[in-house]
């Protein structure tokens, strides 16, 4: 099923951008865990619209209301389902695009699939709301694997051509890791993060959008966890990373700047305190075979610039093949990268919580 990810941990999103609610099922957790309700909420405020002035103006307050899996504050054992309010919804803003699909939207792929049963409205399963669902789910992923003395951050790698430093691929201290995600603009430099939402702002001003790149690090997990071939690690991150509709590209470790090195150069040498293996330098980020090597895992995304935009632009109606120009309406963000930064986070998390429990599963 396509709205389902995870082997030993089921997780299961549903709902659309205007439907009454989205929400989420979670089979697999640990009977007894007592999640930090507190620290989820301030995770999910990370992603929620309408909290700057880089983001939609559609306000909605993100509140999980819980209606199965927990109780007297502590997992069951049960699945645990909870679902979110959709309070700021405006359909009547997508009446038109059942007919004009929006250029770099799914609507019109949407429509060949589903042949007008989809529900258009914001993007319906497709948009970027069902992120919330995802949020909640992965966050509760963080705590658990906090408990285990592993540790997820990201920061805005870039936007448009203004970059922040990049994270030391052999590890960040943990407080720096904290310090990114109590921000409200998430970067190591905070100079360059001023230049990057210049970008934004121009952007906006033009009636335009911008897009960037987020860089993601995984500190603490051991060597040992993943599978080789098609259940890797780098191919369950990347399945849950693609969950987030803006991303279009994924590299690992040295990525794709690799390709132009050579072996020599790219390799990651081995050494030993006389009690852990580790590597000299992590261009494979911290995986090899599929398999954790017990150094920090550290990935790229690259996201798209939101594709609603105020500028006029050409699309085709498909009652009768005609071409014509739209005007995108509705609440839309000039850039996705700072609202996308927690739910990169949120998609690492539930991929390697999964596979922590499947590696445990089968040791």
């Known amino acids: 099923m396509a709205s389902v990810f995870g082997n030993a941990l089921k997780v299961s999103i549903f709902g659309q951008s205007h439907s009454p609610a989205v929400g989420v099922v979670i089979d697999g957790l640990p009977a007894g865990f007592k999640p930090d309700f507190e620290a989820l909420k301030r995770f999910m405020l990370r992603r929620a619209p309408g909290r700057s002035r880089h983001a939609t103006a559609r306000s909605e307050a993100d509140e999980p209301e819980i209606l199965s899996g927990i109780v007297n504050g502590a997992t069951c054992g049960a699945p645990l389902a909870a679902v979110i309010r959709n309070t700021d919804a405006r359909p009547r803003d997508y009446e038109g695009i059942r007919d004009i699909p929006r250029p770099s939207h799914a609507d019109f792929a949407a429509q060949a699939k589903f042949h007008g049963a989809q529900d258009v409205s914001g993007g319906g399963h497709f948009s970027g709301r069902l992120t919330a669902p995802l949020c909640f789910a992965g966050g509760l992923c963080l705590q658990l694997l906090e408990a285990e003395g592993i540790v997820i951050g990201a920061h805005i790698a870039s936007i448009g051509n203004a970059s922040d430093r990049p994270f030391n691929p052999l590890g960040e201290e943990t407080e720096t890791l904290r310090r990114l995600a109590e921000s409200d603009f998430p970067v ?27 860089e993601c690090i995984v500190m603490g997990l051991p060597a040992g966890v993943g599978s080789p071939m ?19 590209g994924i590299e690992f470790g040295s990525g794709f700047a690799g390709a132009r090195l050579r072996g020599s150069e790219n390799n990651d040498a081995f050494y030993t305190d006389g009690c852990v293996v580790r590597t000299e330098t992590n261009n494979h980020g911290g995986i090899l075979g599929g398999i954790s090597s017990g150094m920090p895992i550290l990935f790229r995304v690259a996201v798209k610039p939101t594709p609603s935009i105020a500028l006029p632009q050409r699309s085709v109606r498909l009652s009768d093949k005609t071409n014509v120009q739209l005007t995108v309406k509705g609440r ?32």
Do not use: W
């Open 332 to 363: 839309h963000d000039p850039c996705i990268v700072p609202r996308a930064v927690p739910a990169i986070e949120a998609a690492a998390a539930l991929a390697l919580y999964d596979a922590l429990l499947s590696n445990e599963a089968t040791v």
């Open 230 to 248: 098609f259940d890797g690690l780098e191919n369950r991150l990347a399945a849950a990373v693609f969950a987030v509709p803006a991303v279009k």
């Open 188 to 214: 190591l430099d905070s100079a360059r993060g001023e230049k990057m939402q210049s970008v934004i702002d121009e952007a906006r001003e033009a009636g335009d959008s911008v897009g960037g790149v987020i």
